[in-house]
């Protein structure tokens, strides 16, 4: 069902809806309104156009391993999809990379509770740094959210206890890949070095 008004000829219609006649707005006005639709209409192109570069570039990576699976007997790319393919004279390198999205289920408030008690039993003798670490790790943000990286970087501590343990393995079975997001990226070799820089494909990297 189309929901869009029709605009009488010689009338605008501003944020709140309400139809007024061109006579009535400040040319400065006017001119920001075209600015802004002619921006918008660009961008809408170039999006459009990484969106078919992504595909494109997606699918020759895809295409040339099978080649080269079929051709030479050989593996390209890691477990999760990620594969870099450098050129004959080692100038460029294209990179395509998968990354999750990570989250967790209600077993993370398992992995709390223990994790709560070892800090109750230790409180005597802890170390007041690890007890900041935990107590950071499950702050959230203003949206609400909770810090996978925090969260995770708990399961790097050194800490040998049995119910730490099982805390752990707590927290590691709650975790849940949410989605994942692949992405292309393209080099230029620095000179002569063994360096690369990106050659940008975002508007700030430009």
């Not at 069902?1 to 007024?20: F, H, S, V």
């Not at 006579?23 to 921006?39: C, G, M």
């Not at 295409?63 to 999809?81: C, M, P, Q, T, V």
Request: charged share 30%; proline share 2%.
């Amino acid at each position: 069902m189309n929901t869009e008004t029709t605009i009488p000829t010689g009338y605008k219609q501003d944020a709140k809806g309400r139809l007024i006649p061109l006579e009535a707005i400040k040319p400065i006005d006017l001119a920001r309104d075209e600015l802004v639709d002619d921006i918008v209409e660009r961008a809408r192109a170039v999006s459009q156009t990484l969106a078919a570069f992504k595909a494109g570039v997606f699918a020759d990576i895809g295409a040339f391993i099978e080649l080269s699976a079929e051709r030479y007997d050989a593996r390209i790319g890691g477990a999760k999809g990620n594969v870099s393919l450098v050129g004959f004279d080692g100038r460029y390198k294209v990179q395509r990379a998968m990354q999750d999205t990570l989250t967790f289920d209600e077993g993370l408030q398992a992995a709390k509770v223990l994790i709560d008690e070892c800090v109750h039993e230790w409180s005597e003798g802890a170390r007041p740094e690890i007890q900041a670490l935990i107590n950071d790790a499950f702050q959230v943000d203003r949206a609400g959210n909770i810090s996978t990286g925090r969260i995770l970087s708990l399961r790097r501590l050194d800490i040998q206890d049995e119910k730490w343990a099982r805390a752990m393995q707590a927290l590691g079975d709650s975790i849940r890949v949410q989605c994942s997001k692949s992405y292309v990226r393209v080099y230029e070799r620095i000179g002569d070095s063994d360096q690369y820089r990106a050659i940008p494909l975002d508007i700030a990297g430009v």
